[in-house]
């Protein structure tokens, strides 16, 4: 009867809750049981100088389903890029891309690894379609903008490369 009562008071909850606050909560429970599996993944890691001037490394998780997440990093002149890409059944669901620029290139005596700053930006996708940007400083990219348009075609685009570098 308990059980019972708290199904309903979650149902009722969800309810109230508008189709692209659902879909979050879907997307999360999605990341968070890819996080709680990833160490028993299949990993197939390998370099990739092709989508960068100073090179990467790209990984892939798989599962029995297929590719669930794909981690990319890519090194260039001023810094650096980290990218994952959660994938169910074959969809982008969730980017989370971090983006790292340097003072001076880390070759040169100017270089101060204490004044490399940090862009984090997470993407939230739902049947095919983004759905949410939340940008660096932790606000919602707003969905009605050449910006939202630009970051939507940009990530589908870099994680359906990523897929074919690993399929």
Not at 45 to 68: H, L, M, P, Y
């Amino acid at each position: 009867m308990k059980l019972l009562l708290t199904f309903l008071l979650s149902l009722s909850l969800l309810n109230g809750l508008s189709a692209q606050d659902q879909a979050i909560l879907e997307i999360r429970k999605l990341y968070n049981e890819t996080q709680i599996n990833k160490d028993s993944y299949s990993r197939t890691t390998q370099n990739d100088f092709e989508n960068s001037s100073e090179g990467g490394e790209i990984t892939a998780f798989k599962d029995v389903n297929g590719i669930r997440l794909i981690e990319t990093i890519y090194y260039g002149h001023l810094g650096k890029s980290e990218n994952e890409y959660y994938f169910a059944e074959g969809q982008l669901y969730f980017a989370f891309v971090k983006n790292y620029r340097y003072n001076a290139p880390p070759t040169q005596p100017e270089y101060d690894h204490t004044k490399t700053t940090k862009e984090e930006y997470r993407y939230y996708f739902w049947n095919n379609n983004m759905i949410r940007c939340i940008q660096p400083d932790g606000t919602y990219m707003n969905t009605n903008t050449e910006d939202f348009e630009y970051h939507k075609q940009r990530i589908s685009s870099l994680a359906d490369i990523a897929m074919e570098q690993i399929d």
